[in-house]
T-cell receptor, first 112, second 117 residues
C-alpha cells in the first residue's frame, strides 16, 4: 500500500527564518497532498493542499511544491513566528479511495 | 462553517464498560471518518462511511463498532476495550461521498480523549 515518509522529525528555527519539511510517497497514482498543522492537544487543521495537476501553491507565508516525477512534496514556511510551533503532518491520498495516508510528522519549534 | 462536533471531549472507561463516541456535522458532507491517534503519532484511519454506508474498515477489532444513523451523525460504540486502546479518537468529514472521491478536503473534529483503565 501507500507509504509516506516525512523528514525531519524535529526542526528548530529562529523566528524569522524559513522552515522546510519534505515528504516522499510511494504510490505514483496518488493525486492529492494536504498538509495539516496540529497544536498540542488540538485537532489537525488543514493549512494547505495541492493536487497532482499543480506544481506549486502559495498562501501568504506558506507554500507547497510537488515533484510528481520524484514523488516528493515539500512545505515551505517563510518568516516563521512562534505561533507556527506545532506538529506538521503531510498526507497523500490514494486515487480511487477516500483514504489519507499520513507521514510521521515534524515537530517544528520556532524560538523568539 | 467547517465544524465537526464530537462528544464527549474526555472519556474514562473500564475494560468491561460499554460507551459511545458521537460525531455530528451539518456541512452536507457525505463522507464521515473515524481516526485513532496515539501520542506523537499520525492519525490512523479506522472507518469510512460514504452516503451512510460503511465503505472502508481498516481491519479494526470488533470491540469498536461504528454506526451512521443519518448523513449528519456518526457514532463509535466501544465495548470491552483494552488499555492500549487509550488514544485520541478523531471524527472527520469531507464533501465527497463516492468511493472515488479522493481529493476532497477532510475536516477534523476536536477529538475525544479516551482512557481505558
Amino acid at each position: 500500500g501507500e507509504n509516506v515518509e516525512q523528514h525531519p522529525s524535529t526542526l528548530s528555527v529562529q523566528e524569522g527564518d524559513s522552515a522546510v519539511i519534505k515528504c516522499t510517497y510511494s504510490d505514483s497514482a496518488s493525486n492529492y497532498f494536504p498538509w495539516y498543522k496540529q497544536e498540542l492537544g488540538k485537532r489537525p487543521q488543514l493549512i494547505i493542499d495541492i493536487r497532482s495537476n499543480v506544481g506549486e501553491k502559495k498562501d501568504q507565508r506558506i507554500a507547497v511544491t510537488l515533484n510528481k516525477t520524484a514523488k516528493h512534496f515539500s512545505l515551505h514556511i517563510t518568516e516563521t513566528q512562534p505561533e507556527d510551533s506545532a506538529v506538521y503532518f503531510c498526507a497523500a491520498s490514494f486515487t480511487g479511495f477516500q483514504k489519507l495516508v499520513f507521514g510521521t510528522g515534524t515537530r517544528l519549534l520556532v524560538s523568539p | 462553517d467547517t465544524e465537526v462536533t464530537q462528544t464527549p471531549k474526555h472519556l474514562v472507561m473500564g475494560m468491561t464498560n460499554k460507551k459511545s463516541l458521537k460525531c455530528e456535522q451539518h456541512m452536507g458532507h457525505r463522507a464521515m471518518y473515524w481516526y485513532k491517534q496515539k501520542a506523537k503519532k499520525p492519525p490512523e484511519l479506522m472507518f469510512v462511511y460514504s452516503y451512510e454506508k460503511l465503505s472502508i474498515n481498516e481491519s479494526v477489532p470488533s470491540r469498536f463498532s461504528p454506526e451512521c444513523p443519518n448523513s449528519s451523525l456518526l457514532n463509535l460504540h466501544l465495548h470491552a476495550l483494552q488499555p492500549e486502546d487509550s488514544a485520541l479518537y478523531l471524527c472527520a468529514s469531507s464533501l465527497g461521498g463516492g468511493r472515488r472521491s479522493s481529493g476532497n478536503t477532510i475536516y477534523f473534529g476536536e477529538g475525544s480523549w479516551l482512557t481505558v483503565v
